[in-house]
Each structure stands twice: as structure tokens, then as C-alpha cells.
């Protein structure tokens, strides 16, 4: 352990990260120095200049949120946990980025879906019986969903997060649940209509 490094609890890492000053500076020198080498084992393969940029908005984060620290978990701890969220979303980001929801649900669809559930060790008999139910989940999703929840709900059956779905929708998490809401609503309806339940 590096003696010349100060020993900080919670309540001092706060107190030093609040006020301007030199004992801001230290703090804040040491708090990213902690973040480098902490997201540098999960996340070091991305580079350096990926790290830096994460470290430098999770510090942003962590300022904004000093007041929120609870104190149930080491200062640090919490502090790595806002890190290591912030290098996932930005992960995240960066794979969907540059994927509209039309273009994520045009290569999903429920065609590629029914590829990988239909079971292929199944019995004829199981086989057309799935075949048949993914026809008529495809004649809904085509029917039954306005084209932004069929481009939302798609988007999701590929993975895209959920932040990402509300970004691309230029809408809020709340009226991206309840799209989606809404979407699985009259998909239920749906199948119920043509004999398929629980």
C-alpha cells in the first residue's frame, strides 16, 4: 500500500470532494487514480482514452451525488459502482448507437425469433404448433401494434436496452414502459382472440 496516500472515510471523502481548495484537488486526484485502476481489470481492453473519459463523467456523477451517499457500503465502493454503471451505459451506447429501432427490428423480426425457439428435437406435431403460433405473432406485430410499437417491441426481443429504445423513440423511460405496456397488451389480446392462453 502506498503510505503516502491519505486514508479517507466516507465522511472526510466528502467533506474534501465538497469544498474547493487543495484538499479538493488531492481528493479528486486520488479518487481517479482508485477509478483508473479499478475499471482497468473489467474494462482496460476498450483503452486508455475510454477509461479516462468514463472516469471523468463518473467523478462528474459522483460530485452531483455526493449528498446521496448513504454510507451502507465503503465510500469507494459506491463511488466504483457509479463507474462501472457509467462504462456499462456508455458500452451500451456504443453498440446501439448507430442502430435505428427500424433497422434493429427489421433484422429481428419474428421470423429470425421463431428460428431460435422453435425447437428443432421437438416432434413434428410440437414443431407446427410452435410454427403456427410465431405465424400469428407475426400477423399481429404487423396488425394489431402502432409501427412505433412494433419498431419498440422488436427492438427490445433483440436486446436493445431500454434507454436506448426511449433515446431513439425521443421519449422517456415512463412512456417507453408504457408503450411497451400497451404493445404486450394487444399482443395478449391477440392470441387470447385465436385460442392461445397460459
Known amino acids: 500500500m502506498n503510505s503516502s496516500l491519505p486514508v479517507r472515510d466516507a465522511e472526510t471523502w466528502r467533506r474534501e470532494l465538497s469544498n474547493p ?23 482496460g481492453r476498450h483503452g486508455n482514452a475510454f477509461l479516462e473519459d468514463i472516469v471523468q463523467e463518473a467523478i462528474v456523477k459522483i460530485l452531483k451525488h455526493l449528498n446521496d451517499f448513504s454510507g451502507k457500503s465503503r465510500f469507494t465502493t459506491w463511488a466504483m459502482s457509479i463507474a462501472v454503471r457509467t462504462a456499462l451505459s456508455e458500452l451500451r451506447h456504443k453498440r446501439w448507437g448507430q442502430i435505428s429501432l427500424e433497422q434493429c427490428a427489421e433484422e429481428t423480426g419474428v421470423d429470425a425469433a421463431a428460428r ?74 391477440g392470441l387470447e382472440s385465436h385460442s392461445y392462453t397460459r
Open 21 to 43: 481548495g487543495p484538499s479538493q484537488d488531492q481528493a479528486l486526484n486520488e479518487l481517479r487514480r482508485l477509478l483508473l485502476a479499478g475499471l482497468s481489470g473489467g474494462f
Open 116 to 189: 431460435d425457439v422453435v425447437d428443432p428435437g421437438a416432434d413434428p406435431a410440437q414443431q407446427t404448433a410452435e410454427q403456427n403460433l410465431f405465424a400469428v405473432l407475426h400477423h399481429l406485430i404487423q396488425t394489431v401494434l402502432t409501427p412505433k410499437q412494433r419498431v419498440a417491441i422488436l427492438s427490445e426481443v433483440a436486446g436493445m436496452p431500454m434507454e436506448e429504445i426511449a433515446a431513439k423513440l425521443e421519449s422517456n423511460l415512463n412512456a417507453t414502459y408504457k408503450l411497451l405496456h400497451d404493445a404486450r397488451k394487444r399482443l395478449k389480446a
